[in-house]
């Protein structure tokens, strides 16, 4: 079974920047085998697939946070990271760590989440 736990969540004005970490443990193969990715929640509004990464190669993006937003992972730290850049307060929600299938994207574990606040 894999395990994901994030951090790095936190308050921050608009333009600032946060790094998230996902530390993956317990099955950390699947960093080989599946995509990572992060997923972020906010009241009110439908949760949205924010980034993906496809075995350390291929990044996807939501319209909403490309050319800010970068998501990487370091499979010798068994580690995924989101780099924020240019937060907006729209930015702010809990986020999501997740590992799911690249072809059906069936999330077939989620963390425990992180909560992102940016202020106007």
């Known amino acids: 079974q894999v395990h994901l736990v994030e951090s790095g969540g936190g308050s921050v004005q608009a333009g600032g920047s946060l790094r998230l970490t996902c530390v993956v443990s317990g099955a950390t193969y699947i960093m080989y085998t599946h995509c990572m990715g992060w997923f972020r929640e906010a009241p009110g509004k439908e949760r949205e697939e924010v980034a993906t990464?496809?075995?350390?190669?291929?990044?996807s993006y939501a319209d909403s946070v490309k050319g800010r937003f970068t998501i990487s992972q370091d499979n010798a730290k068994n580690t995924l990271y989101l780099q924020m850049n240019s937060l907006k307060p729209e930015d702010t929600a809990m986020y999501y760590c997740?590992?799911?299938?690249?072809?059906?994207?069936?999330?077939?574990?989620w963390g425990q989440g992180t909560q992102v606040t940016v202020s106007s």
């Open positions: 997740v590992a799911r299938t690249c072809s059906a994207g069936n999330v077939i574990q």
């Open positions: 990464i496809r075995r350390n190669d291929i990044a």
